[in-house]
């Protein structure tokens, strides 16, 4: 049994004065434990998608399915990072990764141990009591990271989570993530604009088209893990790179790279 089956999805967005479908009849299928990226160019629809399966918007037509059970309502089961860390700028490193916590009246003691253990996976121990203006760019999406995951979930979605960040920083992170993944078992889709993230990180790259978004192709990842950086320079890693690009950009209309 598939993790979340993704079933025939649509989205328009519809104001008084227009219409724009951002999805069109999206199926897919996503494995426990797996990682999955998806990539595609700006405005088709990558968003919208982690959005209606993290249970923030409704789809237009089409199901979600959850082990096996339709999705009626937002489900604990999920954490989610964004682009930007949204950290509150009052509260300190360890408050901002408890808010999940007291939000949803978890045991709040438990869920401080828990809140450390995380912090010191993500490289954090030591700024448990900074606030966010004392720390990185990376060092803030470290701390949305550990918040997304305090509540133990089993679906981790995160949409361009370091595009904001410096190359090697993001290069850092997209490790961590993957140890991170591969010791807490969990299944992760993962938005990116950036074809070799896309590539480095998945057991699968989910392409997507642009106006409506649609997938346009799904390329199963082959590399062997742990991965490396200087996969990026094999032959394998280029026909995937060739591949992916190709059917992103043949839509015509989106701008290249
Ligand atoms: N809340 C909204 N209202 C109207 N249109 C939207 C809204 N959110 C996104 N869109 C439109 O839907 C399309 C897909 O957007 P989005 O899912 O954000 O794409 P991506 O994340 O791939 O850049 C775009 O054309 C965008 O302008
Ligand atoms: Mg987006």
Not at 151 to 164: C, G, I, K, Y
Not at 190 to 211: C, G, K, Q, W, Y
Not at 227 to 236: A, H, K, Q
Request: with cysteine.
């Amino acid at each position: 049994m598939s993790k979340i089956h993704i079933e025939n999805l649509s989205k328009t967005y519809r104001s008084k004065r227009s219409r724009v479908t951002a999805l069109e009849d999206v199926s897919l299928a996503i494995e426990q434990n797996e990682f999955v990226t998806l990539v595609g160019p700006s405005g088709c629809g990558k968003s919208t998608l982690l959005k209606i399966v993290g249970g923030l918007i409704r789809p237009s037509r089409g199901r979600l399915i959850y082990d096996g059970e339709p999705l009626l309502q937002p489900t604990r089961d999920v954490g989610i990072v964004f682009q930007e860390p949204v950290l509150l700028p009052w509260r300190a490193t360890i408050d901002n990764v408890l808010l999940p916590a007291e939000i949803l009246g978890l045991n709040l003691a438990q869920c401080r141990v828990r809140a450390l253990e995380l912090l010191k996976l993500v490289g954090l121990e030591g700024f448990e009591s900074s606030y966010p203006r004392e720390l990185s760019g990376g060092m803030q999406q470290r701390v949305a990271l550990s918040r997304a995951l305090i509540h133990n979930p089993s679906v981790l979605l995160m949409d361009e989570p370091f595009a904001a960040l410096d190359a090697m920083t993001r290069e850092e992170l997209g490790f961590e993530l993957m140890r991170i993944w591969d010791t807490h078992k969990k299944t992760v889709i993962f938005v990116t604009h950036n074809i070799v993230e896309a590539i480095l990180l998945a057991d699968r790259v989910v392409a997507m088209s642009p106006r409506p978004g649609r997938i346009a192709k799904i390329v199963k990842i082959d590399l062997p893990r742990p991965r490396t950086l200087d996969m990026e320079f094999t032959g394998e890693f280029k026909s995937y790179f060739d591949e992916i690009r190709a059917v992103i950009y043949s839509g015509g209309g989106a701008a290249r790279p």
